[in-house]
Nanobody, 121 residues
Framework: QVQLVESGGGLVQPGGSLRLSCLAS????????MGWYRQAPGKERALAAL???????NYADSVKGRFTISRNNAKKTVYLQMNSLKPDDTAVYYC???????????????WGQGTQVTVSS
């Protein structure tokens, strides 16, 4: 059984900052890609940021220069530091992790339950 637990969402004023965390727990053998997706009202879920097991990062154009993704492999945790937040960043943010539960297992994709980020004055 694998669980992804997110934290750190909330209400922030434009220009403010938030830090999201996602902890993976359970029967985990190895973790490859970790990422954050977001879904705004009436829109499809889309990638915000991704980090590979070797630390390579990828960002949506809309968040480049403002968001920073990082990971702590020992803690099985991925973070998203969000600065200079804008109302357009308002969305439910979902943690996404690709992992194997055993040495012979194939990589599977897991999702967190989502955390609401609201940017408003």
């Amino acid at each position: 059984q694998v669980q992804l637990v997110e934290s750190g969402g909330g209400l922030v004023q434009p220009g403010g900052s938030l830090r999201l965390s996602c902890l993976a727990s359970g029967s985990i053998f190895s973790i490859s890609d970790m990422g954050w997706y977001r879904q705004a009202p009436g829109k499809e879920r889309a990638l915000a940021a991704l980090i590979t097991s070797t630390g390579t990062t990828n960002y949506a154009d809309s968040v480049k220069g403002r968001f920073t993704i990082s990971r702590n492999n020992a803690k099985k945790t991925v973070y998203l530091q969000m600065n200079s937040l804008k109302p357009d960043d308002t969305a439910v943010y979902y943690c996404n992790v690709h992992l194997r539960t055993g040495v012979w297992g194939v990589s599977q994709e897991y999702w967190g339950q989502g955390t609401q980020v609201t940017v408003s004055s």
